[in-house]
């Protein structure tokens, strides 16, 4: 009697799918059913065919908050929207640390087993500079709170030889390896999370024990640290570069010209670049003894990396002295005492000794003075070069090469500025021999160069 009332609601079940179909005949077949079997189908004739039905705790497709959604969201289907799109909403917003926090409460909150906490770390970890906390050790630490806890720690050895949960280890390796590239240094709530997740023999673990062991060592290795934060205005930030770029003490930097905008009398408006240099006492004593029948040069532009940051510089320098031309001053014993400069020692060689040494020696010429401006053509440089004059009286005797590569003329930062207030470099390098500023009735004289790149 059981087999038959299963087969009979099997078939009640199949007619279920079949919208063609009334109501009325799943009827019929029940009240048939129960006049066929009064006694054992006697207590079905009163009751409702039922549907199944999922329990909510098992939902397959976590619904997505409402304030993540626009009017349009809501048409689209809710079970396609991945962590990406989460990220992407909250972006419309404002990319700050408290959307990001926010988007991280929401995974955790929305689903008690954190199903699809891999992925979403992933998503977080490569959005995480555009909300501008890749460098906030908080925040990490609020990702790796999101693995589930005393999940994935072996249990024996054979556990921690198999490499336990493979991918939620490389995801938590892969988080630590992000704050390495960042410099970030974790601390004791990072390891304590790591414990509880991964236990104490993971890979997670050793990759932090690795970190927590060289980090204090190359933490200070490097004499001049370049800051986190760079000047953002570029009068700063040319200050800072050339203080980086050079190798004496005592350079004096002086601002030949601020960034200004001025109205000519035809009433156009004109945007002046800035202008600052670098130059030493040494630098200047050596312009100074410069042969003046022999020329200089001012070349450029060079970049110079600074973080994420380019920025260029320009020199003004001098061909090398040639032999017949070469002084050799005498050796001062008392200049340095610390580190002698010259040591004559006689000492007696054995007969396997090679006597004959060969060194190359590569003279690149003297750098006299160095400069950063917004616009570097030679309209520009010509009143660095005429600043530089003050301290230098030598530059009025001296001709004046320009070698001025093909490049780029401005920092980044002053980039999106308008290309109609700046004035463009020429296109052919030119010779100008400069003269003495008290006499402002002599003309210049300029003459074209055949090569940017002649040897003089």
């Not at 189908?41 to 329990?55: C, D, E, M």
């Not at 160095?370 to 053509?377: E, K, L, V, Y």
Request: net charge negative; proline share 8%; charged share 25%.
């Amino acid at each position: 009697m059981k087999c038959a009332r299963c087969l009979l609601q099997l078939q009640c079940l199949r007619l279920v799918g079949q919208s063609a179909r009334s109501a009325a005949q799943y009827g019929a077949l029940l009240q048939s059913a129960s006049s066929s079997q009064p006694n054992t189908l006697h207590s079905t004739q009163h009751q409702v065919l039922r549907r199944f039905h999922g329990s909510p705790a098992r939902a397959k497709d976590p619904p997505v908050p409402a304030e993540f959604l626009n009017g349009d969201d809501e048409k689209k289907d809710k079970s396609l929207v991945t962590h990406d799109d989460l990220f992407e909403q909250v972006a419309k917003e404002a990319k700050t640390k408290a959307t990001f926090n926010k988007v991280v409460d929401v995974f955790i909150k929305r689903d008690v087993r954190r199903r699809g906490h891999v992925e979403f770390i992933y998503a977080a970890l490569k959005k995480m500079p555009e909300f501008g906390v890749e460098r906030d050790l908080v925040v990490y630490n609020r990702l790796l709170d999101v693995f589930p806890k005393e999940v994935f720690v072996p249990r024996n050895f054979i556990q921690q030889m198999f490499n336990h949960y493979p991918r939620q280890q490389e995801c938590g390796v892969q988080l630590l390896e992000q704050m390495e590239n960042y410099g970030i240094m974790p601390n004791m709530e990072t390891k304590v999370l790591l414990v509880q997740i991964f236990g104490e023999k993971g890979h997670p673990m050793r990759k932090y024990q690795r970190i927590m062991y060289w980090f204090p060592k190359f933490k200070h290795v490097n004499p001049f640290p370049v800051p986190q934060q760079l000047p953002e205005d570029p009068v700063d930030l040319a200050r800072f570069s050339l203080n980086r770029i050079a190798n004496d003490r005592s350079s004096e930097i002086t601002v030949y010209q601020l960034a200004c905008t001025d109205i000519t009398e035809s009433g156009e408006q004109i945007t002046l670049p800035h202008i600052v240099g670098i130059q030493s006492p040494s630098q200047v004593e050596l312009l100074a003894k410069h042969n003046p029948s022999r020329p200089v040069f001012v070349e450029g532009p060079f970049p110079l990396w600074l973080r994420k940051k380019c920025v260029y510089y320009y020199v003004l320098r001098a061909d090398p002295t040639p032999p017949e031309e070469k002084v050799e001053e005498p050796y001062d014993p008392e200049r340095c005492l610390d580190y002698p400069l010259q040591l004559d020692l006689d000492l007696d060689r054995d007969l396997g000794d090679e006597e004959s040494l060969d060194v190359e020696e590569l003279d690149e010429g003297s750098v006299f003075a160095m400069c950063m401006t917004s616009q570097g053509d030679q309209t520009v440089l010509n009143q660095w070069v005429s600043g530089l004059q003050e301290n230098n009286p030598i530059l009025g005797r001296v001709p004046t090469l320009f070698r001025l590569d093909a490049g780029p003329r401005e920092l980044q930062e002053a980039a999106d500025t308008d290309s109609a207030h700046h004035h463009g470099p020429e296109p052919e390098t030119q010779t100008e021999e400069r003269r003495p500023q008290e006499d402002p009735d002599v003309t210049v004289e300029e003459e074209p160069r055949t090569s940017q790149r002649m040897k003089q």
